[in-house]
């Protein structure tokens, strides 16, 4: 699934720089609001759907080459948050969507998790 049919799912607004969502495929998502799960479960490629807005989260997504972020619950991240993205070519995206709604949009558009746990 492209960035921007993604983001027309979730109808979310693009407040990053970068204009070509077309360009950007992401086929796995991970959603979470405790950065020590993001970088232990959160693969390589995968979106991160997310309500934390602090640049924490960008550098997070450079480590783990997270290829955009969409922030949930109406939530606006710092702009020095937007400007870290910006310069590292991740896109922002923002959706009134709660985490759970977001989640089961994509889920039922066929996003899959980033990991599949086999066991608990």
Known sequence: MTLQELASLLDAKNV????????IIVNNAYACDLMSDVLAFCTPGSLLLTGLTNV??????????IPAIVFVRGKRPLEETIQLAGENGI???LTRYSMFEACGILFAKGMKPCHDIQEI
């Open 56 to 65: 924490q989260i960008v550098r997070t997504a450079q480590m783990l080459d």
């Open 16 to 23: 990053s720089t970068s204009d070509d969502l077309n360009s």
């Open 91 to 93: 896109p922002i995206l």
